[in-house]
């Protein structure tokens, strides 16, 4: 499985951006999807993760009412919707996709990833 996210970039606090990730090769072994993002000198952390099948989503509380996660079947893309941006979602965000269970918050659960896409907020 090979995950590509994009969408990343500048915006000023209060706007939205779209980020997307693409994912190709054996899809069929994806069982959920998750956005996780990785702020300068701190830890990665989740942010939303939804069932590949798209039919339940779940969001740190961060970000719960400003994002939102969703996935086009046709595509094998998901989004995540990032609306009301805060300086503090400053971060690389990474896609990522678990080969197994419904869908989960940690890191080590998942076992493909993206390469990250740079979203900066500015005040």
């Known amino acids: 499985v090979q995950l590509q996210a994009s969408g990343g970039g500048l915006v000023q606090a209060g706007g939205s951006l779209r980020l997307s990730c693409a994912a190709s090769?054996?899809?069929?072994?994806?069982?959920?999807m998750g956005w996780f993002r990785q702020a300068p000198g701190k830890e990665r952390e989740f942010v939303a993760h939804?069932?590949?099948?798209?039919?339940?989503?779940y969001y740190a509380n961060s970000v719960k009412g400003r994002f939102t996660i969703s996935r086009d079947n046709a595509k094998n893309t998901v989004y995540l919707q990032m609306n009301s941006l805060k300086p503090e979602d400053t971060a690389v965000y990474y896609c990522?996709?678990?080969?197994w269970g419904s869908g989960s918050p940690t890191i080590t659960d998942y076992a493909y990833w993206g390469q990250g896409t740079l979203v900066t907020v500015s005040s």
């Open positions: 990522a996709a678990q080969a």
């Open positions: 090769g054996r899809t069929f072994g994806i069982s959920s």
């Open positions: 939804i069932r590949w099948s798209g039919s339940s989503m």
